[in-house]
């Protein structure tokens, strides 16, 4: 924490609901410090019932940007009065600096997963991914990484909203990259047991398993997972989920959430201050 705030500290930080157990608080404000920079990070728990009132206050204060997080991240694609090109096509926004009072959506999801592949020592590109989920964790993953290279995308979500907009997206991306993304039901367990077979990664970007409900799995059928499957989930509250307990029984090579969560904390962190996260130093401190 920046213990000398000053009349120039430049305020950033956090808008969703829960966000009192976010990490990104140290992230940043440890960041600030290595760097001596003058900037503090804090937490604020607004939901979209008042996000609207909490991002006009932000812009009113000057404040130089923040980050949204759950149930905040769609909402403030409308909000915003300017997106980047990857948060238009996802459709949801994770980060936002405050140019001159313009306020500019962006969204570093996509390239803190493709970056936490390459952490945990992984190579995907001319790979095939299984996504699970259609929401706007599982939408910047597969944009970052069909703009990648990954070869080939099944994207498994159950029918709803969710499912409507993937079908946009995903004209968009087959249009405008090598990358060939499919669409199926959750339901199809054929399907999906099919699409495992052929992955060399399947990917869990949905809520399912995120603390409190940590004994909630969506792949029932163990029988898919084989040790030469990589199987990561975005979640990292718990550490390790019932998904990825599973999946290091039956021998396959596992990562969680926490890499996404620093990688995408460090563009983020690049679009406000212009400068690199020290990310071997905040990785050592607070994700080993
Ligand atoms: P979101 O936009 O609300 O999407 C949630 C997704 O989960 C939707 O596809 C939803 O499908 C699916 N889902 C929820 N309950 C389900 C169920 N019972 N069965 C099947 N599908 C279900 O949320 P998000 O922002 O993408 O976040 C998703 C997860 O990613 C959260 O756990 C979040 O903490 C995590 N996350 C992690 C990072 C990181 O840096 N590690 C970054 C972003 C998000 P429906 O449309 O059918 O509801």
Redesign the pocket.
């Known amino acids: 924490m920046n213990t000398k705030i000053t009349g120039h500290t430049k305020l950033t930080g956090l808008l969703g609901s829960p966000v009192s157990h976010s990490i990104s608080p140290m992230m940043h404000n440890d960041s600030f410090n290595i760097l001596g920079l003058d900037y503090v990070y804090l937490c604020f728990d607004v939901d979209t019932t008042t996000l609207k009132t909490a991002v006009d206050g932000m812009k009113a204060m000057g404040v130089r940007g923040f980050n949204c997080?759950?149930?905040d991240?769609?909402l403030m694609c409308e909000l915003a009065d300017k997106l980047s090109p990857a948060a238009k096509m996802i459709g949801?926004v994770?980060t936002v600096v405050n140019d001159d009072g313009i306020l500019i959506g962006h969204n570093t999801?996509g390239i803190?997963?493709m970056k936490?592949v390459k952490a945990a020592g992984h190579d995907i590109i001319g790979k095939n991914m299984t996504l699970?989920?259609?929401?706007?964790?599982?939408?910047?993953i597969c944009v970052q990484a069909a703009l990648d290279g990954v070869s080939s995308i099944d994207i498994f979500?159950?029918?709803?909203?969710?499912?409507d907009r993937a079908k946009n997206l995903i004209d968009t991306i087959n249009k405008n990259t090598d990358c060939k993304v499919s669409l199926y039901e959750?339901d199809d367990k054929t399907m999906l047991n099919k699409s495992i077979e052929n992955s060399h990664i399947l990917t869990n970007?949905?809520?399912?398993g995120?603390a409190p409900n940590i004994d909630?799995c969506?792949i029932t059928d163990e029988s898919v997972l084989r040790p030469d499957l990589i199987v990561s989930d975005?979640?990292?509250?718990p550490r390790e989920t019932k998904l990825l307990t599973m999946a290091r029984a039956h021998g396959c090579k596992t990562f969680?959430?926490?890499y996404?969560?620093l990688y995408?904390g460090a563009e983020a962190f690049k679009i406000w201050t212009g400068k690199e996260m020290p990310v071997e130093q905040i990785k050592e401190k607070h994700f080993s």
Not at 132 to 140: H, K, R, V
Not at 205 to 208: D, H, I, L, Q
Not at 234 to 237: A, E, G, K, P, R
Request: no cysteine; proline share 2%.
């Open positions: 997080t759950m149930p991240k769609n949801a994770n999801d803190g997963y936490s699970l989920g259609a929401g706007g964790a599982a939408t910047a979500s159950r029918k709803g909203k969710f499912f959750l970007a949905t809520s399912v995120m909630n969506i975005v979640i990292y509250n969680n959430g926490l996404m969560l995408q």
